[in-house]
């Protein structure tokens, strides 16, 4: 297993003040058409990959590195499901939890805090392992792997886009 103090300490300190002010409650990338807003393109990617992924309509969504919660709220909001964003990153937390609740969702969307190698949810909860480009925050990405197939009920299926 991994230390995440390390991660957590440079993500809380150095980084967060320069995600919050470059990204504002948004932190991915997307597909991008031509010359276009970053919302434009983040919300592309998280359509596409909705529309190719059967969502299911009841169950559980865990969404790995969850940032500031954006994606975990489309997908409640597009799928009336539960979503638990898990992200290590205390003041990211504050601030999706904030924005859940601004957004009239903060029973459907749940914040968890913690590493995403090493997830406090019992074997088998979700229906949907999700993580866009965070998977390159993770020191030992096969353990977010294995990690991501212990939370999976039988069928599950896993999403993850990555930058690298």
């Known amino acids: 297993m991994t230390n995440s103090q390390p991660i957590k300490a440079y993500y809380e300190g150095t980084v967060e003040p320069i995600y919050r002010a470059i990204s504002g409650p948004i932190l991915h990338l997307g597909m991008f058409e031509g010359d276009e807003p970053r919302q434009v393109a983040t919300t592309r990617t998280k359509e596409y990959l909705a529309i190719h992924l059967p969502i299911p309509h009841t169950g559980l969504i865990l969404d790995l590195g969850s940032g500031y919660g954006d994606t975990a709220r489309?997908?409640?909001?597009r799928c009336d499901c539960r979503v638990v964003?898990?992200?290590?990153?205390?003041?990211?937390?504050?601030?999706?939890?904030?924005?859940?609740?601004?957004?009239?969702?903060?029973?459907?969307?749940s914040v968890a805090?913690?590493?995403?190698?090493?997830?406090?949810?019992?074997?088998?909860?979700?229906?949907?392992?999700?993580?866009?480009e965070s998977l390159l925050h993770?020191?030992?990405?096969?353990?977010?792997?294995?990690?991501?197939?212990?939370?999976?009920?039988?069928?599950?299926?896993l999403i993850f886009t990555d930058i690298l």
């Open 85 to 109: 964003g898990l992200n290590l990153i205390h003041n990211q937390n504050v601030a999706a939890l904030t924005l859940n609740r601004q957004a009239g969702l903060e029973g459907q969307v």
């Open 74 to 77: 489309f997908l409640a909001q």
């Open 138 to 157: 993770a020191p030992d990405r096969a353990q977010v792997l294995r990690e991501s197939a212990r939370l999976l009920a039988p069928g599950g299926l």
């Open 113 to 132: 805090e913690a590493d995403f190698a090493r997830v406090p949810l019992s074997t088998s909860c979700a229906q949907v392992v999700w993580s866009q």
